[in-house]
């Protein structure tokens, strides 16, 4: 279940604001993560993975933390933009065989 | 950059009805998935196939078939359609080797009448 990091099913930011997205995933034994970004009508679009022997990986205006303490995971995204409003979600990766988690965060930029 | 292509977008079919939804991608990539989303459930693995002629049920694969004849193209198969296979279809491809991300084509909405 959750314990550091609240998972909220909505997020609502300004633009040029920072997003922080919450994760939580359930097998310890999960060795590589992946965020994805859902825009309306379209299928998960990769933003950005991570393997469980890294605790942050960065990308461009995104960073991705891991916390295998506490099966943790976050996406930041820098200087948020109206293009960012969208479902984003996260993948445990176990056995080749990929869980999708949760139910996602919708992220409304305003600007 | 990787294509991943479902035939159909809109698709409005009848309850027992034998349903077919086709998925290609055009990356030589080994595995293929099948998924299924819907509202409050998120994301849930039908089937996959990590090679051609093979198949692996996910977590929920009553109600429905899978065809992996040729390496690009993966088929998901309702025998019977049912009301409660409304849903958003979701086709993911990634390559075999371990620790690589999938992805999805554009969905195929899906309504059984």
């Known amino acids: 279940g959750e314990s550091v990091g609240l998972h909220l099913p909505t997020l609502s930011v300004q633009e040029g604001d920072n997003s922080i997205i919450n994760c939580a995933y359930s097998n310890s034994a999960s060795d590589y993560f992946i965020w994805y970004k859902q825009e309306s009508g379209k299928g998960p679009q990769f933003i950005i993975d991570i393997r469980s022997n890294m605790d942050k990986r960065q990308g461009q205006r995104v960073t991705v933390l891991l916390n295998k303490t506490v099966k943790h995971l976050s996406l930041q995204i820098a200087a948020t933009q109206p293009g960012d409003s969208a479902v984003y979600f996260c993948?445990?990766?176990?056995?080749?065989?990929?869980?999708?988690f949760g139910k996602g965060t919708t992220l409304s930029v305003s600007s | 950059d990787v294509k991943v292509t479902q035939s159909s977008r809109y698709l409005v079919k009848r309850t027992g009805e034998k349903v077919f939804l086709e998925c290609v991608q055009d990356?030589?990539?080994?595995?293929m998935f099948w998924y299924r989303q819907d509202p409050g459930l998120g994301l849930r693995l039908i089937y996959f196939?990590?090679?051609?002629?093979?198949?692996e049920k996910g977590d929920i694969p009553e109600g429905y078939s899978v065809s992996r004849e040729k390496k690009e193209r993966f088929s998901l198969i309702l025998e019977s359609a049912s009301t409660n296979q409304t849903s958003m279809y979701l086709c993911?491809?990634?390559?075999?080797?371990?620790?690589?991300?999938?992805?999805f084509g554009d969905g195929t909405r899906l309504s059984i009448l």
């Open positions: 990356m030589d990539h080994e595995n």
């Open positions: 993911a491809s990634s390559f075999r080797q371990h620790n690589q991300p999938q992805h």
């Open positions: 196939s990590y090679d051609v002629k093979m198949k």
């Open positions: 993948a445990e990766v176990w056995a080749g065989t990929a869980l999708i």
